[in-house]
């Protein structure tokens, strides 16, 4: 079992940036593939971005290539969502999640087990 805390997220202005953590513990070691995932109301959970474990590599949905910055600290047990010139469109709820499969584009919710309880972001001025 992964247990995972985000933390990190508020209001912000259009333009501005926010930087959401997920505190990582448990069996990490089951782990391939983290993710970040995000929620509007009334629209279907979508993947972020996610990146392996072991190898750093990553993979952005093609709507946040050079909007946001996926990285981990191994030996923290920390995962970082950079998120830069943000709009109001990206107010969301923001998971992160574990898989035990290899990261793919995905972004398949059903192969994320373990889920964060999210952080709220809201994007206005």
């Known amino acids: 079992e992964v247990e995972l805390v985000e933390s990190g997220g508020g209001l912000v202005q259009p333009g501005g940036s926010l930087r959401l953590s997920c505190a990582v513990s448990g069996n990490i070691d089951s782990t391939y593939c983290m993710g970040w995932f995000r929620q509007a109301p009334g629209k279907e959970r979508e993947g972020v971005a996610s990146?392996?474990?072991?190898?750093?590599?990553?993979i952005y949905a093609d709507s946040m290539k050079g909007h946001f910055t996926i990285s981990q600290d191994n030996t923290k047990n920390t995962l970082t969502l950079q998120m830069n010139s943000l709009k109001p469109e990206d107010t969301a709820m923001y998971y992160c999640?574990?898989?035990?499969?290899?990261?793919?584009?995905?972004?398949?919710?059903?192969?994320?087990?373990?889920w964060g309880q999210g952080t709220q972001v809201t994007v206005s001025s």
């Open positions: 990146i392996a474990r072991t190898t750093g590599t990553t």
């Open positions: 999640a574990a898989s035990r499969a290899y990261c793919n584009p995905a972004f398949s919710t059903v192969n994320f087990r373990s």
